[in-house]
């Protein structure tokens, strides 16, 4: 049964079918052999997205689309050059930071990727910087956004495997900050070895550090009110989804840059984006009950009871089923379908919910850049040049691949990186 389900699933996959329909194809398949009434499919694909925090993933899009549409992207992009600006590669760190930055008012990978791209790539190319290297940097730096709060990925990882999304939050804070320390290292080093760049803000003064800082901290604030608000038991992340859209609607009339065709655009497209997501849910839920009824989680479970004999094997194996499947799918998908199964066993070796859930959230981050479906790498290439291929971002994207790999290394052999900031600010 696995391995006809598998076979029928990248069967489709490879002949261009898009990941929600693969889903829905296999599942009802399977059920129509198991003989199990079609009725089943109508009801799972509703019971799949009946779920109050769900409501928080198309809430975190549109805050996100609207601080990106609304003036908050240049604002930010200001305060990471002024910090960053002045070392060698500097514009190509700010393009990092800057994706820091925007992770902390976005959820999305991809629309941070776009919001910070279209604004810097320019630049980046008026300053020599080619276009393999950006497009490497650029859609990459964008899984910041994933892995830095608020973050839609740690939502549908939360609701999925029952881990709190508050704690899940918290807790990627410091995997976030050390990833973007690593990669402004990375392209500083690139950009010195190839001449990559010229160091344009070689001194900001004093008065003018602080003027940008002051430009920029009502952005910043944002992941405060977020974060606060849920650990301090006020609102729940859906609501705090609310106060993140609500915020950002107030800054972008503030700044005076949202006007009603922006508006639109913004709601459509947060529209669309939010669909793709939630269809992928439901039919991902009629999955995850084609698995439970043929008692698939169990075969799967005890395969990995027997192969790994301790936590840390078990970590380690689960990176690489996703890391070889995070070549093939999509990354929600991964968690509708995986999730589930995984997590009672890593509760059966013992391991922190947390610590797992960072195992697995840096693992999601590690498959949105590995070709030849890493979402993020495609979105850097797009907003680079859309007559690009993915392969054209050799050999640098391997090195960034290699930087987020050692990542997810220090995340399983060091928990305490993902579980010191939720122990603090625990529930």
């Known amino acids: 049964m696995i391995v006809s389900i598998l ?22 398949g399977v059920l129509v052999v198991s003989g199990v009434p079609l009725e089943v499919v109508i009801q799972r694909l509703f019971a799949g997205v009946n779920n109050f925090s769900y409501l928080a993933i198309p809430l975190f899009i549109l805050a996100g689309n609207i601080m990106g ?7 930010l992009m200001a305060l990471a050059d002024a910090i960053v600006g002045r070392f060698s590669g500097g514009l190509g760190m700010t393009a990092v930071v800057t994706s820091a930055f925007f992770g902390t008012v976005s959820g999305s990978t991809v629309a941070t990727t776009y919001a910070v791209g279209s604004v810097i790539v320019p630049r980046m190319k008026e300053q020599k910087y080619s276009n393999s290297f950006i497009a490497s940097i650029i859609g990459p730096a964008g899984v910041l956004g ?5 973050s839609i990925t740690m939502v549908i990882l939360g609701v999925t495997t029952n881990i709190s999304i508050g704690k899940l939050f918290i807790a990627g804070f410091i995997p976030g900050i050390i990833l973007t320390v690593a990669l402004c290292i990375y392209v500083s080093w690139m950009s ?32 405060v009110f977020i974060l606060g608000g849920i650990f301090s038991g006020l609102v729940t992340a859906t609501e705090a989804a609310i106060i993140a859209v609500v915020y950002g609607f107030i800054l972008a009339m503030f700044y005076g840059e949202l006007n ?6 913004i709601m459509a497209n947060s529209a669309v984006t939010s669909a793709i997501i939630l269809i992928i849910i439901s039919f991902a839920s009629v999955f995850t009950y084609v698995l439970t009824v043929n008692r698939l989680p169990e075969v799967i479970s005890d395969f ?4 790994a004999s301790t936590p840390l094997q078990f970590l380690l194996v689960v990176s690489v089923i996703l890391l070889i499947l995070g070549m093939l799918t999509e990354v929600t998908s991964l968690i509708i379908l995986l999730g589930p199964i995984f997590m009672p066993i890593a509760m059966q070796y013992g391991i922190d919910p947390i610590h797992f859930g960072m195992v697995l959230i840096m693992n999601f981050a590690l498959a949105n850049i590995t070709p030849p479906v890493g979402l993020s790498t495609i979105a850097g290439v ?3 040049d859309r007559k690009m291929g993915i392969e054209n971002t050799f050999p640098y994207i391997l090195h960034v691949i290699a930087i987020v790999a050692v990542m997810v290394l220090l995340i399983i052999f060091v928990p305490q990186i993902s579980t010191v900031l939720p122990s603090l600010f625990g529930e």
């Open 382 to 384: 797009n907003v680079t």
């Open 304 to 307: 990995f009871l027997g192969f």
């Open 146 to 150: 994933l892995i830095i709060p608020p």
């Open 7 to 28: 076979l029928a699933f990248f069967a489709l996959l490879f002949l261009g079918m898009p990941i929600a329909f693969t889903i829905g194809f296999v599942s009802i």
């Open 69 to 75: 549409e609304g003036g908050l992207t240049k604002r």
């Open 260 to 265: 009603i065709k922006k508006f639109k655009n």
């Open 192 to 223: 010195k070895k190839k001449g990559f760049g010229v160091v344009e803000n070689a001194h900001v003064s004093g008065k003018e550090f602080w003027s940008i800082v002051r430009s920029a901290l009502l952005p910043l604030l944002s992941p």
